[in-house]
C-alpha cells in the first residue's frame, strides 16, 4: 500500500509541474519589455519568483491580488506591487490595461468564477492574454468515485474540518480556513475541460488552446500521450485565450 500511494504521489507531482510549466510557456508571445502581468491569487510572490525564471520580468512588469493580507505584506515586503482584493468582485483596475492576465489554481476557489473571467477579458488590452490553471471536475477518478457514492476528488469539498478528518483527507485537513469564509484550501467551483472551453469562447475570447495533464489512472509512462489524445478527461487543464 505505501509504495501504491508513493506511486501516485509521483503521478500527481508530475501532473502539476508539467501543468504549470506549460502555463509559464503560454505567456511567451505576450511577454515584451514594456508588457504589464497581472496575477490573481499573487501569494507572497510565488508566481513572480517562476515567471523570472522564464521571462526578462521585473518589478514594474508586475501586478498582483492576493485575498490573504500576510501574504500581500510579504509581497509588499519584497517591493512586489500587490494589493489585497477579493476576486469575486470587479478587479480594480480599468479596462485594457494588461497584456496578460494569469489566475493558477485560482478559479476553483472562487464563488463567482463566470464573473472573475469576464473581468479579466475587460481588463486585458486587444491582443493580450488570459492564462488558467484549474483542476478538471470531468475525471475518470470523478466518475468511479461518483459511482462508488463518493465525493469527487477534484470537485467542490466539504466546509466541514470534522468531516474532512472522518474521511482521512491528508492533503486537506491539515490546512487553514476550511471552515472560514475565504477557502484558500477548499474547492467551490469546478469547470469541466468541455465547459470551460465553451465558456472561454462565447466570453469573447478567441484562439482558446487547452492542454490537459494527468490522466489517471494509467501508467505513468502512457501520460503524455493520454494527455494529448483525451484532454477532456485529464486531472489538470491550462487554458490560454486571447483577447
Known amino acids: 500500500?505505501?509504495?501504491?500511494?508513493?506511486?501516485?504521489?509521483s503521478?500527481?507531482?508530475r501532473t502539476m509541474t508539467e501543468a504549470y510549466a506549460t502555463a509559464y510557456q503560454s505567456l511567451?508571445?505576450?511577454?515584451?519589455e514594456d508588457a504589464l502581468l497581472l496575477d490573481c491569487g499573487a501569494g507572497s510572490g510565488n508566481t513572480f519568483a517562476k515567471l523570472?525564471?522564464?521571462?526578462?520580468?521585473?518589478a514594474r512588469n508586475y501586478r498582483g491580488l492576493e485575498w490573504d493580507s500576510a501574504s500581500v505584506e510579504?509581497?509588499?515586503?519584497?517591493?512586489l506591487s500587490v494589493e489585497q482584493a477579493d476576486l469575486n468582485k470587479p478587479l480594480p483596475f480599468a479596462e485594457n490595461t494588461f497584456s496578460a492576465v494569469v489566475g493558477l489554481s485560482v478559479l476553483e476557489h472562487l464563488l463567482y468564477p463566470c464573473h472573475f473571467v469576464h473581468e479579466c477579458y475587460r481588463v486585458l488590452k486587444p491582443d493580450g492574454k488570459l492564462v488558467l490553471l484549474t483542476p478538471n471536475i470531468a475525471t475518470y477518478f470523478?466518475?468511479?468515485?461518483?459511482?462508488?457514492?463518493?465525493?469527487?476528488?477534484?470537485?467542490p469539498h466539504p466546509d466541514s474540518s470534522d468531516m474532512l478528518r472522518s474521511r482521512k483527507l491528508t492533503s486537506l485537513?491539515?490546512?487553514?480556513a476550511i471552515e472560514g469564509d475565504t477557502p484558500l484550501h477548499r474547492h467551490l467551483i469546478v469547470f469541466s475541460y468541455v465547459e470551460l472551453r465553451q465558456f472561454l469562447i462565447s466570453t469573447g475570447f478567441r484562439s482558446v488552446a487547452g492542454r490537459g495533464f494527468g490522466v489517471y489512472p494509467f501508467p505513468r509512462f502512457l501520460q503524455p500521450i493520454l494527455e494529448r489524445v483525451d484532454a477532456k478527461h485529464a486531472h489538470q487543464m491550462v487554458f490560454s485565450a486571447t483577447k
Open 52 to 58: 523570472r525564471k522564464h521571462f526578462d520580468l521585473t
Open 1 to 9: 500500500m505505501p509504495a501504491f500511494k508513493n506511486y501516485l504521489k
Open 28 to 32: 511567451a508571445e505576450v511577454m515584451h
Open 142 to 155: 470523478t466518475a468511479a468515485l461518483i459511482l462508488a457514492g463518493r465525493m469527487p476528488s477534484s470537485g
Open 74 to 79: 510579504s509581497a509588499q515586503s519584497k517591493g
Open 173 to 176: 485537513k491539515d490546512h487553514g
Open 11 to 13: 503521478l500527481y507531482t
